[in-house]
């Protein structure tokens, strides 16, 4: 038995907070580190000790062995929990951990060395007689040999990072033309992610399910399985939507799944928590993905399906106890499914978000859990990846568990921010996702081609009222008058939707006409901290608020969230200048610069690569033209709204 008092929790957000609690739970003292940009975080003030361990940026925090190592033996911390992302899977880090005398809660350094690089673990595999999906793990520095054998294996080709994990350093390749230039992109991804840029490739499954295996094992080799999530629901490799049991899942195919996961679990000697993944075909058959050494984002459904706390078993484990059941012992009852609340811009391409969180409200209710570290007026940087929170939802069948994560989910309020509630809504009345039948490519190949097929979002009428109201009440004294009656005009602007208002206000009513429409009979009911009771002719309804100074609104009505801006009448309109300069979208790093003044583009091009949130975003030409100025440089840093390049339309041209 190892004899600990004092757990150092080595990460951020909400699963610092998560661990905190279960360790204070179980009576261990806890520690929170924290950087420069944290130092008001909620894990820091969970915690009963915190330190801080850094600067803002990750490697010099939160990826900095050297201070982590030296925060524990400052506070006398007996214990380390990584969590998930960040050094949970640096092999380096549990093997510092163990030198400096401190328990890591988690594998040993040897099994996250081999699981942590991918084609070692495919050889391990192989021995193992574990599944494994067709591919090549040799030297990957050769563009000719890549060629080679991924004409050997057939396209689509998946060229993957062998190092790390979470959906970077992947590129699925279906024309051998694109071979070469999507490895050169993964590899630069790879080793700003994992400082690796080693490669290997597999055969693209098509129309695969992604199924993982939660595994555990003590320190006397007792291994077990802990049923299987379905994390089919993904965009660009990383997931959104994650379930538990999965939909369709016969007892028969599980057993085989679970067995292959202790099979891997065992070949490295495995102890802790751990996740097999695969990848599942049509005819159900399963192949080996990769093994994640640590904790997984969606922990949360097993725990609610299986009545189990993973972290409990995570410390009790590292304490040297055996597990606390055998295999038989396990059952799995009802229903979870967990979304990923991401601060990031859907309408423009999923781009993550920095701000302030001007409001936030946690839905409540039966079956219903909420992980986060939130809290009113945070600072969402840009130097931590966009989750912001896990909602998750247990029901008795599937379709309770739906309804109540939908509840949920309009429950859930977060302004001063995009997020991605209103797409995860949509994903949830998806009607391939409600039958259970999502493969890995259904969002970006059929979810999303069809949503762009539709007409632009614009919000309801009556979102637009409300803002024109809320964001003009303090002109209404310079207003002017018709048959008694207070005026003003608004000019509101929604993404590049403008639109002119005429607000008429008597005592306590209001009216709103505008060229398309007009609503009769508007009464804000009572207001109390952003949360409004409303009246739209007739019929009441709730809807939450938050101001930006007085140009900016925030209104969340349950069914959509939408920030307005209030516009001077003598702002031109901006269809003058779409397109004719790049600015940055986010904070972040200029990793690729691939334009020069004096060349021409047409609409589509790609400009920029910015690096922000750890993951690379390609930044295209709007318009056709010649770029007449670049004001970035690569490895800048830079923040939001920095002009970077500016392009002469073939329109600004004939008028200069």
């Not at 699981?115 to 067709?134: E, F, I, Q, S």
């Not at 040799?138 to 062998?162: F, T």
Request: net charge negative; proline share 3%; aromatic share 6%.
């Amino acid at each position: 038995m190892k004899h600990f008092n004092t757990i150092l929790i080595a990460n951020r957000g909400e699963i610092a907070v998560r661990v905190i609690k279960t360790a204070k739970e179980l009576g261990y003292e806890t520690v929170a580190v924290f950087s420069e940009a944290d130092r008001e975080a909620l894990h820091v003030s969970l915690a009963d000790r915190a330190i801080c361990i850094g600067e803002s940026a990750v490697d010099k925090s939160y990826l900095n062995i050297d201070n982590i190592i030296a925060a524990a033996e400052q506070t006398n911390a007996h214990a380390i929990h990584p969590g998930y992302g960040f050094l949970s899977e640096s092999a380096e880090f549990a093997k510092r951990c163990e030198q400096s005398g401190l328990v890591f809660i988690g594998p040993t350094s040897n099994a996250i060395a081999i699981m942590g690089n991918k084609t070692v673990a495919r050889h391990k595999m192989l021995d193992a007689d574990v599944p494994l999906v067709p591919g090549y793990d040799g030297p990957s520095e050769d563009d000719h040999v890549l060629k080679k054998e991924a004409d050997r294996i057939g396209y689509p080709v998946m060229v993957k990072a062998a190092a790390g994990g979470g959906g970077r350093g992947i590129r699925i390749v279906r024309e051998p033309e694109r071979l070469i230039a999507e490895a050169e992109s993964a590899r630069a991804e790879a080793l700003s992610s994992f400082g690796s840029s080693e490669l290997l490739l597999e055969k693209c499954i098509e129309n695969a399910r992604h199924i993982e295996i939660q595994v555990f094992a003590d320190q006397a080799g007792n291994t077990i399985y802990l049923g299987e999530r379905d994390c089919s629901m993904q965009r660009r490799n990383q997931k959104v939507i994650e379930e538990a049991p999965a939909p369709e899942m016969s007892a028969k195919l599980r057993k085989k799944m679970g067995d292959a996961a202790v099979k891997a679990a065992k070949a490295v000697n495995y102890v802790g928590a751990g996740t097999v993944e695969f990848l599942v075909a049509n005819d159900q058959s399963f192949y080996f993905l990769e093994m994640n050494t640590r904790l997984q984002v969606e922990h949360p459904v097993t725990e609610l399906i299986t009545g189990l706390d993973l972290v409990e078993w995570q410390i009790s484990v590292a304490a040297g106890e055996d597990l606390p059941m055998r295999q038989d012992d396990l059952h799995l009852n009802g229903h979870a499914i967990e979304v990923r609340l991401y601060a990031e811009d859907c309408e423009s391409g999923f781009i993550p978000q920095t701000g302030l969180v001007r409001s936030w409200k946690m839905p409540t209710g039966k079956g219903i859990r909420v992980d986060n570290s939130i809290i009113n007026m945070q600072l969402i940087s840009p130097y931590y990846d966009s989750m912001l929170a896990k909602i998750i939802a247990f029901g008795n069948t599937r379709a309770e568990a739906i309804r109540r994560l939908k509840r949920a989910l309009k429950d859930t309020v977060l302004l001063g921010l995009s997020s991605n509630k209103e797409f995860l809504l949509g994903l949830l009345d998806d009607p391939t996702f409600a039958r259970g039948e999502a493969t890995t490519r259904h969002i970006e190949e059929q979810y999303l081609v069809n949503k762009k097929k539709q007409l632009a979002y614009t919000p309801e009428d009556s979102m637009w009222a409300m803002a024109a109201i809320l964001l003009s009440r303090t002109n209404a004294a310079t207003g002017w008058r018709s048959t008694g009656t207070l005026s003003w005009p608004v000019r509101l602007k929604f993404h590049d939707q403008q639109r002119d208002f005429i607000v008429f206000q008597e005592a306590d009513a209001y009216r709103i006409e505008n060229d398309d429409f007009a609503i009769q009979n508007i009464n804000i009911l009572t207001e109390t901290c952003g949360e409004l009771s409303v009246q739209i002719n007739g019929v009441r309804s709730t809807a939450h608020v938050a101001l930006d100074g007085r140009q900016y609104i925030y209104i969340d009505n349950r069914l959509e969230v939408a920030k307005f801006e209030k516009l001077s009448f003598s702002e031109k309109g901006d269809d003058e200048t779409l397109g004719s300069n790049l600015v940055a979208p986010m904070s972040g790093r200029i990793a690729d610069i691939k334009v020069k003044a004096g060349d021409t583009v047409s609409k589509g091009d790609l400009l920029v690569v910015l690096e922000s949130m750890k993951m690379f975003q390609e930044l295209t030409a709007q318009q056709a033209g010649v770029v007449s100025e670049v004001y970035i440089e690569v490895n800048q840093q830079v923040e939001v709204s920095v002009p970077m390049i500016d392009i002469i339309t073939s329109e600004q041209g004939d008028n200069e």
